[in-house]
């Protein structure tokens, strides 16, 4: 390492290659050396009362020494990797590793010494096991050597165990890949954390009585359906061809299909109906008591055995009533579809879908559920959020204050999403761009307009080439708050299977051979490409980039390129309107903008590309004193916050459907919505209190107030009089629904969380609330907007992946928006949960220190993974 930074060999390989080759090198080098150097004093002036079992366990029992070991480890693969792929790009780097290996006295090559370091520790172990057989009981170092024993044996047990978990991670990763290579249409499928459980063959019911033969891919976030078309040149296998497991090779049997992909859901909006246990309960039970009547009659026929009388008539019967009752089990088993057939409910903002799948077997139907339940069931257990970074943004104007904030869906060049955040000082609309790699930072800070920002929205390209077969078309994942934004960029086309499926597109067609093939190993490499991004002609072809919407209080929109440098380019579209914008949201191909006079516009892509700014259609959803401060997509409806109640919109005909009171007070405004699955969270302003609702039924569920955690949270960090005061104007200002997690911010600062229930669609009430817990960091003044973003680079953009969201809330008529963004990732994506505010507070101290009230007034981003 040392050699390759020198100036002797410079130009031989990139720095920053040798820093991810030699990571965590240098670390391990430095704990040794101080072990060696305290042994060394210790065995100089050497006496026979000695000791040296103390300085093992001084030196190994330090947490360092495991985190610097596992990340060590958790490096080694992506160190062999970057080793081989320098050797390929750099002969120089070849030639100096191979003098190195014929200079080194074991000539070893880099590869075997990158692995030493983890193999030092089991030696130290049995150097202790030396030293224990040459050591008296009563000497002094005895039972010191004995607990340095226990505490390097547990050290590489650790070290053990990491190991087998990165191996075992590397396994899956190259698993999921492989999988990845056999579909048609998937890309970006190998994430991170994703693991592969198993593949089932089965049949789904279609339209017109039809039903298809469809392959289930099943990972720990995600299912895959897609088309199973038999290769010509491989054996025919039936249906019942081999579930695949991570201790069963898929492979083979991978190999003699071809596979294309229809659909994705992600596992967080898919629920098995409750339906199916009723049903599924009286065939079991029919099956239960046929059982019980073939027990009984093999007894009769063992009594019957035992008659000393002729008995050959009794024995016929017998036979004869045994057979038939077998029959009729076997008829119940074979032919009961409630033992085969499972009905899946899946939520996503534009409706609620059913979907039934039929297995080969009521066994394998058995097995599929129970994964599929577990792997439910692991999304759950999270590791809590974690600050990534506390980052001020400095004012340019004084009284400068975060307004709203959304993240592009488009790439940069980096291939990471920037994030778009509001200003405003009420004269001046000022836009800051974060980039997040290679570390998060603010690219730019400029002001956009002369009024302030109250809402931005990402909204996707007008016009797109995507084919509809060639998406992912999928649901969204978890829902937030304000505006939601469909990310999906064709109309939808009735599919052939929506008879029974909803509108689940599950129509391309399968055969048995592949005869009919005409596509060529490059067009299908193409259109896998074509699936997972947006194309673009040409640059210049606006249509066909997504943008960013910003509303304003002076009743301009002003739509910019997700791409755009805002410091050079001005915005591409301005539309004026009569009164302030409330909220933006993009939803079933059009965008629904709110105005401060209570009308709705709606505005829809025009018959040349791009969107038709002039002539929206209008809908009148409020009045002046009582606009429409917020709406969401959920369930295939439009909901808007309108005062104290929420209007459900009919987004087909514009017609409100149906209207119910959020708060008795009339002089509240619902300030904050958010949904996630079947429910959506409502708050009103002034309030700290969270209402859930039902999706569906539009019943409320249960009430959570968050005023007692905020004070026990702000009891052990501040003083008296603030606790007092900002206790007696507690209020929630911003929602986030992201990763099992309801997110509160308040403006108090405080930051909350909250375990997200699970809604069914006959849920009435939760017998479980869950506990609401306060994060150890957050702002001195209002948290202003909430919102998330996908941290996986090299991601082009996707609209139609899962989504994720954004909100923003302050006061008064100031609006909320949101979006929701879109790659192929979904639940296995690292998320980047951000929040904006006034101040930065560390609520897990005193906040009597010398920086106390340094930064109060500041404006800050906080960046949490999750």
């Known amino acids: 390492m040392g050699a390759l930074k020198s100036t002797d060999y410079n130009g031989v390989v990139e720095g920053g290659i040798v820093d991810e080759i030699f990571f965590q090198i240098p670390e391990i080098l430095h704990i040794h050396e101080e072990f060696l150097e305290s042994l060394t004093q210790r065995c100089t002036n050497w006496d026979v009362k000695f000791t040296v079992g103390d300085l ?32 390929q790009a750099k002969p120089a780097f070849a030639r100096f590793l191979e003098h190195m290996s014929r200079e080194h006295k074991g000539k070893l090559a880099l590869d075997a010494l990158l692995i030493m370091p983890v193999q030092r520790i089991p030696r130290y172990e049995l150097l202790l096991k030396e030293l224990l057989k040459h050591t008296t009981v009563d000497h002094p170092d005895h039972h010191l050597l004995v607990q340095a024993q226990k505490e390097v044996h547990d050290l590489a047990v650790k070290i053990n165990r990491v190991e087998r978990e990165a191996f075992q991670l590397e396994q899956m990763q190259a698993r999921v890949k492989e999988i990845e290579n056999h579909i048609e249409g998937v890309v970006d499928l190998c994430v991170p954390e994703r693991a592969f459980i198993r593949h089932d063959v089965v049949t789904i019911p279609g339209g017109l009585g039809t039903k298809k033969e469809r392959c289930l891919f099943l990972f720990s976030d995600v299912l895959l359906i897609t088309s199973i078309k038999r290769k010509s040149t491989a054996m025919r296998k039936p249906s019942a061809t081999p579930t695949s497991s991570p201790s069963q090779s898929p492979f083979s049997v991978l190999d003699s299909n071809k ?73 119940k088993q074979n032919n009961d579809y409630s033992l085969i057939s499972l009905e899946m409910t899946i939520t996503t903002q534009e409706r609620v879908e059913n979907l039934t799948i039929q297995f080969t077997s009521p066994e394998r139907r058995a097995v599929w559920s129970a994964a ?9 257990r999270k590791l809590p959020p974690e600050l990534k970074k506390a980052m001020p943004i400095r004012k340019t104007r004084a009284g400068l204050q975060f307004t709203c904030a959304a993240a592009t869906l488009g790439c940069n060049q980096q291939g990471m999403r920037e994030v778009w955040v509001c200003n405003s000082d009420g004269y001046v609309g000022q836009v800051c761009v974060l980039s997040l790699m290679p570390e998060p930072t603010v690219m730019s800070c400029n002001g956009v307009c002369n009024a302030r920002i109250l809402t931005i929205a990402s909204i996707p390209a007008a016009c797109t080439l995507v084919s509809e077969k060639s998406r992912w078309k999928a649901p969204a994942v978890d829902n937030a708050a304000g505006v939601s934004i469909e990310v999906e960029e064709v109309e939808e086309e009735a599919g052939e299977e929506a008879g029974n499926n909803g509108n689940i597109q599950l129509d391309s067609e399968s055969s048995d051979d592949d005869d009919d093939e005409t596509e060529s190993a490059d067009e299908g490499k193409e259109e896998r490409k074509r699936g997972s991004s947006i194309p673009r002609e040409e640059d210049d072809m606006d249509n066909k980039q997504p943008t960013m919407w910003l509303g304003t209080e002076d009743g301009c929109i002003h739509v910019y390129n997700c791409n755009d440098n805002i410091r050079t380019k001005k ?32 505005y829809k892509k025009g018959p040349e590309g791009g969107w038709n700014t002039s002539e929206p259609d209008k809908i009148n959803m409020g009045s002046s004193s009582a606009p429409v ?58 309030s700290a209190v969270i209402r859930l609702f039902h999706a569906t039924s539009y019943e409320p569920i249960f009430d959570v107030n968050v005023a007692p955690t905020v004070a026990k949270i702000l009891s052990a ?66 948290v202003r907007f909430l919102t998330c973003v996908e941290m996986n680079p090299g991601i082009p953009m996707d609209p139609a992946g899962f989504g994720k969201y954004s909100f923003r809330s302050s006061k008064n008529k100031e609006s909320s928006n949101g979006r929701r963004a879109s790659t192929s990732a979904s639940t296995a994506s690292k998320l980047l949960v951000i929040s904006g505010g006034d101040g930065y507070e560390d609520f897990s101290t005193s906040g009597l220190g010398e920086q106390a009230g340094h930064d109060d007034s500041t404006n800050h981003l906080l960046l949490w993974n999750v």
Not at 575 to 599: L, P, T
């Open 56 to 87: 093992f366990v001084e030196a190994f029992t330090k947490q360092q020494v495991i985190d610097t070991y596992t990340a060590f480890i958790n490096n080694w693969k992506c160190a062999k990797d970057a080793t081989k792929i320098a050797t």
């Open 259 to 331: 596979y294309k992909l229809l659909t994705k859901f992600s596992i967080d909006s898919m629920e098995i109906a409750k339906s199916n246990d009723v049903s599924l309960k009286r065939a079991m039970r029919d099956i239960a008591t046929l059982e019980e009547d073939i027990h009984i009659l093999n007894q009769i026929k063992d009594l019957v055995g035992k008659l000393s009388s002729h008995h050959q008539a009794l024995e016929d019967v017998v036979r004869d009533l045994t057979n038939g009752v077998s029959k009729q089990m076997l008829e």
């Open 372 to 380: 599929f339940s577990e792997a439910k069931q692991r999304l759950g």
């Open 571 to 602: 915005n591409k579209i301005k539309i004026q309107h009569s009164a302030a914008i409330q909220c933006i949201i993009y939803m079933d191909n059009r965008v629904f903008v709110s105005i401060a006079n209570g009308e709705v516009h709606i």
């Open 629 to 686: 401060s917020i709406m969401l997509a959920v369930a295939g409806k439009l909901w808007c916050g309108c005062q104290n109640l929420v209007h459900v919109l009919n987004t087909g005909t514009l017609q409100v459907e149906t209207t119910f009171v959020v708060s008795t007070d009339t002089g509240r405004f619902v300030l904050c919505m958010v949904t996630s699955g079947l429910g959506v969270w409502i708050t009103v302003t002034p």
């Open 717 to 782: 960090a501040t003083d008296d009089i603030i606790k007092q005061h900002k206790s007696a104007c507690l209020r929630v200002t911003a929602l986030l629904a992201c990763k099992d997690l309801l997110w509160i911010g308040t403006s108090a600062g405080v930051i909350l969380t909250l375990p997200l229930p699970h809604l069914t669609s006959s849920t009435l009430h939760v017998d479980d609330i869950p506990s609401v817990t306060g994060l150890p960091h957050g702002h001195t003044g209002h």
